[in-house]
């Protein structure tokens, strides 16, 4: 019986306690496709999952990791041929099925995509949830007619996986990008990757009294939400359009109704673990071509999973920047 690897988070009176364990194949949920993963890689849902948060992952012991990449080993459907490169990322990997921090996953054959001929596994995992979730928010805002000569386009908690993807991606295409950041030192990096301009943090996240503040910016990326993405709503351009991905800083939305019935501005809400597959595939094929990053690489850290617990502690602390990418086979 093949033994593997996997970081493995127990539930404790004391907290949580992590470990990489050594499983068999037998551990594993049922499913069609076994993988054999080559890479994964680091999203915030996982170092909530990691943390036993059980918002996220109900059952513990658990192994997180909502995004995988590797070879398929069988796949009792008939789909996939032994050998094909594929990726999962999002459904329920990670969260309440046995995810992508292990040498194998198996899956059902609806949650697997196989790769476009120009992405690598590695970079596949390089974007993993955080890239299709920045896609998605960018195709929204494109979807409410956002064009690259309207204006500034926000991007909060930039220096994050998703807020990163956003700002290069954006930067790429030509878009005026206003990085917002709570770390200081990371400014001159906001830049090489395509914001035009960086705001400190507090700028966006303290509460305002005024019903409207001046209409600065064409459309949104928000990952923080809260307060935060209460002053996005008030900032928007008249019809303006703000993606809401995420929680970092809050789950609430404090506002009136002001910026909707005088600005007509527009809350548009990102769920990305259970698009359709073949959401996914297009924004992979895109990302493998028109949307192709040039610093894709150098935006990410390699880690190997005896590495993972430390990254995984800073992302909750907020000190991360950039994305990690989990090398499987790394010496
Ligand atoms: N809706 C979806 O489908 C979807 C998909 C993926 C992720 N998400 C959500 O998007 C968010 C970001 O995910 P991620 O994987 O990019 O996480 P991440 O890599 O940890 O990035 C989060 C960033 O937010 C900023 N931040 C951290 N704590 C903050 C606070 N208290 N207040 C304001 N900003 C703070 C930091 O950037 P700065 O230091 O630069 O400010 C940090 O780097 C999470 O809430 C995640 O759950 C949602």
Excluded at 27 to 49: E, M, T
Excluded at 237 to 253: D, E, L, R, S
Excluded at 286 to 312: H, N, V, Y
């Amino acid at each position: 019986m093949t033994a593997f690897r996997a970081l493995r988070i127990h539930q404790t009176d004391t907290g949580v306690r992590r470990a990489i364990e050594t499983l068999t194949l037998s551990d594993l949920p049922a499913g069609d496709v076994l993988i054999r993963v080559h890479y994964s890689s680091l999203n915030y849902k996982d170092a909530l999952s990691a943390n036993g948060h059980t918002g996220i992952s109900r059952h513990y012991p658990h192994t997180p990791g909502i995004d995988a990449a590797g070879k398929v080993v069988t796949d009792v459907s008939g789909t996939f041929e032994a050998g094909t490169e594929v990726a999962v990322i999002g459904f329920d990997l990670g969260m309440n099925t046995a995810g992508g921090f292990a040498d194998y996953i198996r899956v059902p054959v609806g949650w697997v995509t196989t790769l476009p001929k120009k992405l690598s596994m590695a970079d596949a995992m390089r974007l993993g949830t955080a890239g299709v979730t920045a896609a998605y928010a960018f195709e929204k805002l494109l979807d409410n007619g956002l064009k690259s000569d309207q204006g500034p386009v926000l991007v909060t908690g930039a220096t994050g996986g998703v807020g990163a993807l956003a700002v290069h991606l954006l930067g790429t295409l030509g878009y005026d990008v206003t990085a917002v950041t709570g770390k200081p030192d990371a400014h001159d990096w906001l830049r090489s990757l395509g914001a035009s301009l960086v705001v400190p943090r507090e700028e966006l996240s303290t509460p305002q009294k005024k019903a409207l503040l001046p209409a600065s910016y064409a459309a949104a990326i928000d990952t923080v939400g809260d307060s935060t993405l209460v002053n996005v709503l008030k900032s928007l351009k008249f019809g303006g359009t703000v993606a809401a991905c995420g929680i970092v800083g809050g789950t609430a939305v404090p506002t009136d109704i002001y910026p909707f019935i005088l600005r007509g501005v527009n809350l548009v809400g990102i769920a990305s673990a259970d698009a359709p597959l073949a959401a996914r595939q297009r924004v992979l094929g895109k990302f493998s071509g028109l949307w192709t990053l040039p610093k894709l690489t150098e935006l990410c850290d390699t880690l190997r999973l005896d590495q993972l617990e430390a990254r995984i502690d800073a992302m909750l602390a907020g000190k991360i920047q950039g994305r990690a990418l989990i090398d499987m086979e790394a010496e």
